[in-house]
C-alpha cells in the first residue's frame, strides 16, 4: 500500500525536518503516526499522500515509484487517498450535504448517485438530521465528522487524518476511532496522526513513533474491547 524508503525532507538549506525514514503500510492495516508537535507528523503525512515530494529516498504508493510518475499517474494515485485535514477545510458556504458531496461532483458522478449516497453515509456518522446545517453552526465533533464523511465518500484505499482527536473532547475523540476501525473493516487502510501518546495506546493497532525526524516502530498499545 504505502512503502518509505530512507526518506529525507528539508527545504531550501535548512536542516532536514526528516530523515531515513522508512516504514511500510499493508493493506487494510490500521496505524498510529504519533510525536509531539513539531516532530515532523505533517511532513511525513503530505509526502504520503503526495502534497510534497521528498527531498531524498524512495515513496511508493499502490506499488508504484511516485517519482516515475508522470501527472496523470500521479494524479489518479493521490485520487485513491482520502484526507481528513486538521483544521478540518469544510466551505464554509456550502451546506453539510454539499460539502460532503464535493468530491464525487468534482470526480463528475450522476446527481442520483449523490443523492443516493451522502444521505446514507451521514446518517451512518450520525449527521441525518445536520443535512442543511452549514459549518459554522456545527459543534467541533459535528464538523470533524464532516469532514472525515468527506473523506471517505469514495471509499478510499487510504485514509489519512492528521489530528483528528486534537481539538475534541475523549468521548469524541474515542467516537472517531470507532469510526476510523469501521472504515477499516470495510477495507480501508487508516493512518491517524496525533500527538496523544497515551490515547494512542489504548487501541491495539500498530503505532509509529517519530521524535525529531527520526521514525521507530513503537510497542502496541493495550487489546481492544
Avoid: C
Avoid at 503516526?33 to 503526495?50: D, F, P, Q
Amino acid at each position: 500500500m504505502v512503502r518509505l524508503e530512507n526518506v529525507g525532507k528539508h527545504y531550501g538549506t535548512d536542516a532536514e525536518i526528516l530523515h531515513d525514514v522508512s516504514l511500510k503500510l499493508d493493506p487494510g492495516g490500521f496505524y498510529f503516526l504519533t510525536g509531539v508537535s513539531g516532530a515532523g507528523k505533517t511532513t511525513l503525512l503530505k509526502i504520503i499522500y503526495l502534497a510534497e515530494p521528498p527531498s531524498r529516498g524512495v515513496v511508493s504508493l499502490f506499488d508504484t515509484n511516485v517519482a516515475k510518475t508522470d501527472r496523470v499517474t500521479h494524479t489518479a494515485l493521490r485520487r485513491r487517498v482520502g484526507i481528513v485535514f486538521q483544521d478540518f477545510r469544510l466551505v464554509e458556504h456550502l451546506n453539510v450535504r454539499d460539502n460532503v458531496a464535493l468530491p464525487l461532483r468534482i470526480a463528475g458522478a450522476p446527481e442520483r448517485e449523490i443523492r443516493e449516497n451522502v444521505p446514507e453515509l451521514l446518517s451512518w456518522m450520525g449527521l441525518d438530521g445536520k443535512l442543511d446545517y452549514h459549518p459554522a453552526t456545527l459543534s467541533g465533533g459535528e464538523q470533524q465528522r464532516v469532514a472525515i464523511a468527506r473523506a471517505i465518500v469514495r471509499r478510499p484505499d487510504l485514509l489519512i487524518a492528521d489530528e483528528p482527536t486534537g481539538n475534541v473532547d475523549d468521548e469524541i475523540a474515542m467516537l472517531l476511532v470507532r469510526v476510523f476501525e469501521r472504515i477499516n473493516k470495510l477495507g480501508t487502510t487508516v493512518l491517524v496522526a496525533t500527538h496523544d501518546i497515551g490515547f494512542a495506546r489504548q487501541f491495539s493497532h500498530r503505532r509509529f513513533h517519530l521524535d525529531k525526524g527520526a521514525l521507530s516502530i513503537a510497542a502496541e498499545g493495550a487489546p481492544a474491547p
